[in-house]
């Protein structure tokens, strides 16, 4: 029999299952690494068999690529696009650089942990990660998708004021609108 219970079991796999294979992306290419990506999506890997393809706009897109280093300068730009773009969205780190600031890891002007500013939900390793790699992270976060385990926006508003502090330790001209739910 199915109860009420079991239905929404069953709204959440179609659900999960069309959200995976809709994956829009808004690349932020201010890395090196972003020149994986035209080989990734173009014909000899063809990202968007996968349901992954290009959004021109952050209300568009689910998923957010910061690809490779990320200034401190860029850092306020991109928490704009991020909190632009419409539930659920995901980000993927790729690259060493957003893990923990990789050959930049010194550097004055860079992040060094991505996740302490946005809600990461995949990382991709390498310097640059080749296009199997970036197969490989969208493969992930498409699992968790499906496993109703891609929480990063939910944990995003969940510690809003620890990620706000972290960005306000960085951004020293924070004058951008209050997200708003
Ligand atoms: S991880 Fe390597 S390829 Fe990617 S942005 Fe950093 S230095 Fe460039």
Redesign the pocket.
Known sequence: MINDKNSQKIVDIIRNYARKHSLWILAYGT???AIELPPTMTSRYDAERLGVRGAATPRQADLLLI???LTTKSLKRVIRVYEQMQDPKYVIGF???TING???WDSYNTIKALDRYLPVDVYIN???PRPEAVLSGFAKLQELIQDGKANGAKEYKENLKWYRDNQKKVITNWKMPEYNW
């Open positions: 890395g090196c690494g690809t490779g280093y690259g060493s650089c990789g050959m930049y390498g310097c640059m």
